[in-house]
């Protein structure tokens, strides 16, 4: 069965901190995905990757970064943390192809105080 | 930027009744997808419809897509409590560009009452 996991369910930092998130998928997809998903406004998509060592930004890649340094394995950072980024953060991984749907983690619950 | 919009926000209907969600997006589409979140966890995928198509069935699940309205529908029928979750719309574009990302609304929440 597809899995994609992410590294932490919940998590509090502190403004101006460097934080990682973490996803990792055991499909060997291509594509990896960030989301950033606010009540009322759906699911943002933060930045993107369809290659090892790839990545484009989506709609709302200010005060985030990525890195995919292999193909199973794509982080986001924030540089510095603020409390407007307080949200619920989702991953995903599809197969290349126009026909492939996503396959999401359960989340990541981030909190900046 | 948004593509698809969800019609209701919210909708609440008695188990064994049907639930009708609408989708709404804005430019051409090479497919449109919807997913399914429950509370706390990440989506889950449900069904796509190709552009060139007009109804798709899966289960108690039937999509409806209308290019020329710009518009989708999801039907579940004979609902039951466990089908109580948010609803997502997602569409992907029809240029290279836009080819490997999905678009979302802001999703329909549904409860479904026992």
């Known amino acids: 069965d597809v899995k994609v996991t992410q590294s932490s369910r919940y998590l509090v930092k502190r403004t101006g901190e460097k934080v990682f998130l973490e996803c990792v998928q055991d499909m060997d997809h291509e594509n990896m995905f960030w989301y950033r998903q606010d009540p009322g406004l759906g699911l943002r998509l933060i930045y993107f990757s369809y290659d090892v060592k790839m990545k484009e930004k989506g709609d709302i890649p200010e005060g985030y970064s990525v890195s995919r340094e292999k193909k199973e394995r794509f982080s986001l950072i924030l540089e510095s943390a603020s409390t407007n980024q307080t949200s619920m953060y989702l991953c995903a991984s599809s197969d290349r192809g126009f026909f492939q749907p996503q396959h999401f983690g359960d989340g990541t619950r981030l909190s900046i105080l | 930027s948004q593509q698809g919009e969800e019609d209701p926000q919210a909708l609440s209907i008695q188990e064994g009744e049907n639930a009708t969600m609408n989708c709404s997006y804005k430019t051409s589409i090479n497919n449109l997808q919807w997913y399914r979140q429950n509370s706390g966890r990440g989506l889950v995928h449900l069904i796509l419809?190709?552009?060139?198509?007009r109804e798709k069935h899966s289960g108690r699940l039937r999509v409806t897509l209308d290019t020329s309205k710009k518009s989708s529908s999801l039907l579940i029928t004979a609902s039951r409590a466990a089908d109580t979750a948010s609803y997502f719309c997602a569409t992907k574009g029809g240029d290279w560009g836009s080819a490997r990302q999905l678009t979302f609304g802001s999703g329909t929440q549904l409860t479904v009452l026992p």
């Open positions: 419809i190709r552009s060139n198509e």
